[in-house]
Every structure is written in structure tokens, then in C-alpha cells.
């Protein structure tokens, strides 16, 4: 079936720039998403990418595919304490409506 | 835009008690409506997709009789946890795909479920 990998942990400092990263291998791919997630809360949709795209910026978020190595990447530059949260990769294959989800994130930004 | 509420966002019941947890697409029209369930520190699970005036596609290994899901128009979704035991504690999420953007989904804020 479809699997969806992220790192668990990631640290950095205000005002660093930060960079999840995702793999998934799911070759039929559409659409991939970044998601965040805040304590006790939903699920914020931040950017998504269609699977013909390299790389999309919205404001500080950068999202780079590289389907050839079924890997994407988030970028927030200029990370701020509110950052923090755990932010969940998802992807869409062909046929399939519903999104299958990484494993999801953890940002921590100190000050 | 894209705003999807959930309610009630918490709820304790009893052991052999059932819920039932609403979700609606504020400011959309959702013909296709998708139920998850979060454990502490783990990723979101598809229990069932939920579609507007026909029967609820569920995933292997969820019980449909126990996780009833009623998708009553376009707007709305509700999912009714049936005699509820504490293995059944967990966070509900759900989420709407808009009719007019099928490749975007927006979740709602999420139901924590405690079984006592």
C-alpha cells in the first residue's frame, strides 16, 4: 500500500530557516500537501503542490518535489515561535480521495 | 473561506454509552466527507469516507456497525460511536473536500473522545 515517511524531531532556532522532509512511494501521486497541527487542534492546511510541479512559495513556505525521488520537502524561512507545531506530509494517488498522511513532524523553535 | 466545524470538540461519556460527533462545512458545499482518528503522538488513521446520500465507504478493520456514519446532506456529517468502550478513546477529525476543488481537503478542529 501507500506509505507516507517523515523525521519525527526537528529543532531550530528563531529566525533559521527550517526544512521538513518527506518521502512517500506512491508513484501515482496528484497532489502532495504540508498540513500543521497545533496542540489539541485540527489539522491547517498550509500548501499543497500538484505532482507536474517542482516547486511552489507561498510567503515564507517553500515546497520542493523531486518526483523522480519521490521526496518533498517544506521550507519555512524566518521561523518564529509560533512555528512550532508538528506538521504532517499527505499525499493523493489516482482513483483515491482520501489523503494518506506521514507520520507527522515535530518543530520545536527556541528562542 | 473552507471552514469546517466540529462539534462538540470534547466529550466524556460511560462505558456502553453512544456519541455521536457532527461535522459541517461552513461556507461549502462537501459531497464527500472523510472521518479520522488521531492516537497521542501518532499520524491521522482514515476510519471511513463519508459521502452525501449514499452509505459510508470504511477501511479494513473498522467496525461500521460500531463507528455509524450518516452523511444527511451536503453540509454535514455525523459519526455515532455506537455501546463505546475506553479502547475507544481518541481524537476525531474530520474533514470536507469542497465540491468545487476536489484536490483540497479542510479539517475541522477535531473531537477528543474519553470513554470512562
Known amino acids: 500500500g501507500e506509505d507516507v515517511e517523515q523525521s519525527l524531531f526537528l529543532s531550530v532556532r528563531e529566525g533559521d530557516s527550517s526544512v521538513i522532509n518527506c518521502t512517500y512511494t506512491d508513484s501515482s501521486s496528484t497532489y502532495l500537501y504540508w498540513y500543521k497541527q497545533e496542540p489539541g487542534a485540527g489539522l491547517q492546511l498550509l500548501t499543497y503542490i500538484f505532482s507536474n510541479m517542482d516547486m511552489k512559495q507561498d510567503q515564507r513556505l517553500t515546497v520542493l518535489l523531486n518526483k523522480k525521488d519521490k521526496h518533498l520537502s517544506l521550507r519555512i524561512a524566518d521561523t518564529q515561535t509560533g512555528d512550532s507545531a508538528i506538521y504532517f506530509c499527505?499525499?493523493?494517488?489516482?482513483?483515491?480521495?482520501?489523503?494518506?498522511f506521514g507520520s507527522g513532524t515535530r518543530l520545536q523553535v527556541q528562542p | 473561506g473552507a471552514v469546517v466545524s466540529q462539534h462538540p470538540s470534547w466529550v466524556i461519556c460511560k462505558s456502553g454509552t453512544s456519541v455521536k460527533i457532527e461535522c459541517r462545512s461552513l461556507d461549502f458545499q462537501a459531497t464527500t466527507m472523510f472521518w479520522y482518528r488521531q492516537f497521542p503522538k501518532q499520524s491521522l488513521m482514515l476510519m471511513a469516507t463519508?459521502?452525501?446520500?449514499?452509505?459510508?465507504?470504511?477501511e479494513q478493520g473498522v467496525e461500521k456497525d460500531k463507528f455509524l456514519i450518516n452523511h444527511a446532506s451536503l453540509t454535514l456529517s455525523t459519526l455515532t460511536v455506537t455501546s463505546a468502550h475506553p479502547e475507544d478513546s481518541s481524537f476525531y477529525i474530520c474533514s470536507a473536500r469542497w465540491t468545487g476543488k476536489v484536490h483540497e481537503q479542510y479539517f475541522g478542529p477535531g473531537t477528543r473522545l474519553t470513554v470512562t
Open positions: 499527505a499525499e493523493k494517488g489516482v482513483g483515491r480521495r482520501a489523503l494518506t
Open positions: 463519508s459521502n452525501e446520500g449514499s452509505k459510508a465507504t470504511y
